[in-house]
């Protein structure tokens, strides 16, 4: 299962990495709790649209910006969850069409 928050706390983790941001300089800057920015990033806590934005003003990053890098996250791990869905129906079909190429 795919859960929103802890692709919007990745996000936000590596969006602060890449700009050598600590946990403490966002959190001040946003004024949210250090805590609760921790538990945001790791997935841990919903962040609302008002934290989201805060965040994203302390980052000097626009919230598109943020949202689209989540959204390409969840895309990428629906494909996967859907490839590994597909796959063993069509090892099976595999197997019986062409038995020497079974992969398994």
Known sequence: MILVREEIGDVLRDLRLQK??????VAGRASVALGYLSEVERGQKEASSEILSAVADALDVPISVIMREV???????EGLQTFADVVPDDLASLDAVQPELSLR
């Open 20 to 25: 050598g941001k600590t946990l403490r300089q």
């Open 71 to 77: 959204g390409d996250r969840i895309s990428v791990l």
